[in-house]
């Protein structure tokens, strides 16, 4: 059973502990250097190609999107995007999973590992202990998500050439999203290390099944008559979240919460049920 | 008048109410018929006792006996296979119910390696359902309890052995509970910091119900009065601590400078054996438990000794917790 308080709580630590542990600060100080890369890149393009005129730049990006999203609605809509800010939205779903599961992977394997969990057993139910720390591990991931982007709407600002109101608001639409989409994976990072004792091993067949799903995501989206096999992983709601109607933007959001509500179910349940 | 015999001590912290322990009502814990597998093996096999409301109740035996399977399914750690165990009345996965009520020292478990050991205990008593400032005074009252009130800023990770099952111990103690579960709580400590946690345990005598589970028989025949005496997974037995050792049949008389009349001794009915230990200048009489009791026996014994002019230096009845472990666990 779960309880607002306990999970509260237990969220409450779970931030703490990564924000003062080693690999808290290591991921922060990367997710801030991270955010600089897209304008060093730019930097350097300008100083190779020199400057290149706006419309080239923004014909150049929608032939990008024609390829990618074919549909002339979705084109239309992305175009406004100013580039940099939906490639960074791209590269973060890109990396998010792998990101998600490094910083979680041994949240619960680790303390059924060296039983600190025992601790806390008693005076939380497991379900409380299981959705905290997801929850924890969530919102760590939504402030490193939130660093990178923010550092790279500043430069982007900074080098001018982007208009304010197109970076801050489709930058903070893509920032919301890269945030639910993370969802998803602190829930299959929990599931992982439910599984688990040992932290190492919840890493890697995590990052096993990760590249296995988005493997069968791209091989069975290839074929149309396998394509409805791919809304069972996450990936294939990504497309929802850039999509000009609201309703379906919705819909992506309520899919990988779902998802992400699904495996900390499942994690709550092998928790559960496990000798600790 | 043996050690649990002997009125509970005041509790040295002064700043915690005595609770009032019913000893009239229903069993602190209760298990019936519990078996616990891990494959094929039975670690606990048909285990069936209850621990007295306000008692300080020993767990005993040899490795592989079952008590620390025991003890974790008490504590929630582990589900039986079947049988059953209430804890305050309730199954002991009930967390809701039992919260803040239980609290447990686990024998292995790590403290988190970069949290400083106030802010753990802040956040387990939290969690328990203390409000944030009784939170804070709780975790500063057992971290002083423990003699590490210098540790509040300490990283866990860097506390020694001691320290660290001291935190655990403090841990254990958070807000109160009505049952204390206590998992080897002197195991790998030094013998004054043991010393030291024995005198914390026994404050806390008549304030809770005690559950001990522990490799030092010395220390739980100081401490406890009850035990259960595991082996192979099963119970041997369970009963007050003067049960357990004064049913064997021996009385032990310490004899000071003067006559021994070892041989008068062998004509006292009921008398099978008597030996003399020079060395330690003590007399032990076993003795048919069928013809007298241990007191009858003491009684018998003394007139004897008064007669021959002998001088007592001391009596004591029974072979002690360890003796008697190890008749019935061999």
């Not at chain 2, 369970?238 to 062998?266: D, H, I, K, N, Q």
Request: aromatic letters at 8%.
């Amino acid at each position: 059973m779960l309880s607002a308080r306990e999970v509260g709580l237990v969220a409450q630590r779970e931030i703490l502990r990564n924000i003062r542990s080693t690999k808290g600060i290591a991921m922060f100080v990367l997710f801030f250097l991270g955010g600089l890369v897209p304008a060093v890149a730019r930097l350097m393009l300008r100083k190779m190609a020199g400057d290149v005129p706006d419309e080239v730049v923004r014909a150049t990006f929608e032939g990008y999107l024609s390829k990618q999203y074919g549909g002339e609605a979705i084109v239309k809509h992305l175009s406004s995007a100013p580039p940099i800010v939906f490639f960074l939205f791209q590269g973060t779903l890109m990396f998010l999973p792998l990101l998600v599961l490094a910083v979680g992977f041994d949240q619960i394997a680790g303390e059924i590992q060296h039983r600190t969990i025992r601790y806390s057993a008693g005076r939380a139910t497991r379900a409380s202990l299981v959705a905290g720390k997801a929850l924890g591990i969530w919102g760590i991931i939504a402030v490193m998500i939130s660093v990178l982007h923010l550092t790279v709407w500043v430069v982007s600002l900074a080098q001018g050439g982007q208009s304010a109101g197109a970076v801050l608001s489709w930058g903070a639409r893509l920032l919301v999203y890269s945030v639910v989409c993370a969802g998803a994976y602190v829930g299959f990072a929990s599931l992982m290390s439910s599984i688990f004792k040992t932290p190492i091993v919840a890493l890697f067949v995590g990052a096993g099944t990760g590249f296995a799903i988005w493997l069968l995501n791209g091989i069975l989206g290839y074929f149309p008559s396998t394509e409805r096999i791919t809304w069972i992983f996450p990936n294939r709601y990504e497309k929802l979240l850039i999509d000009p109607d609201p309703l379906t933007v919705i819909a992506g959001i309520g899919l990988f919460l779902l998802w992400g509500g699904l495996c900390v179910t499942g994690a709550t349940a092998i928790v559960t049920r496990r000798d600790i | 008048m043996s050690e649990q015999e002997t009125p509970a001590e005041e509790p040295k912290s002064k700043s915690k109410p005595k609770t009032k322990i019913d000893r009239s009502g229903p069993p602190a814990i209760d298990l019936k018929g519990v078996i616990k597998r891990f494959g094929a093996v039975a670690a606990v096999n048909d285990v069936t006792f209850e621990v007295p409301m306000g008692s300080v109740f020993g767990l005993i035996g040899p490795n592989g006996a079952g008590k620390t399977t025991t003890f974790s399914m008490l504590a929630g750690y582990l589900a039986p296979t079947s049988g059953e165990i209430y804890v305050l009345d309730r199954s002991p996965d009930a967390v809701a119910e039992l919260k803040g009520k239980v609290g447990v020292l686990p024998q292995d478990a790590l403290l988190p390696a970069n949290e400083r050991v106030g802010d753990f205990l802040v956040y387990l008593a939290r969690l328990q359902g203390m409000d944030a400032p009784s939170a804070r005074r709780g975790a500063e009252q057992v971290l002083a309890d423990v003699g590490g009130a210098d540790w509040w800023s300490t990283r866990c990770g860097t506390l020694s052995h001691g320290m660290a099952k001291r935190v655990g111990l403090g841990a254990a103690l958070l807000g109160e509970p009505q049952v204390v579960l206590l998992d080897e709580p002197t195991a790998g400590l030094d013998p004054r910091v043991a010393y030291e946690v024995r005198q914390l345990v026994k404050s806390r005598r008549g304030r809770c119900t005690l559950v001990i589970s522990s490799h030092n028989l010395q220390e739980l025949e100081e401490i406890c009065d009850h035990a259960a005496i595991l082996d192979r997974g099963q119970l041997i037995t369970s009963g007050t601590m003067a049960e357990l050792t004064a049913s064997s049949s021996e009385v032990r008389f310490e004899l000071a400078r003067g006559p021994v009349p070892e041989e008068e001794m062998r004509g006292v009915e009921g008398v099978k054996t008597v030996e003399w230990d020079k060395a330690s200048r003590e007399l032990s009489v076993t003795f048919d438990r069928a013809v007298c009791d241990a007191e009858e026996m003491i009684r018998r014994g003394t007139y004897i000794l008064y007669q021959n002019n002998a001088r007592i230096s001391g009596i004591s009845k029974g072979r002690g917790l360890e003796q008697r472990v190890m008749e019935l666990t061999e």
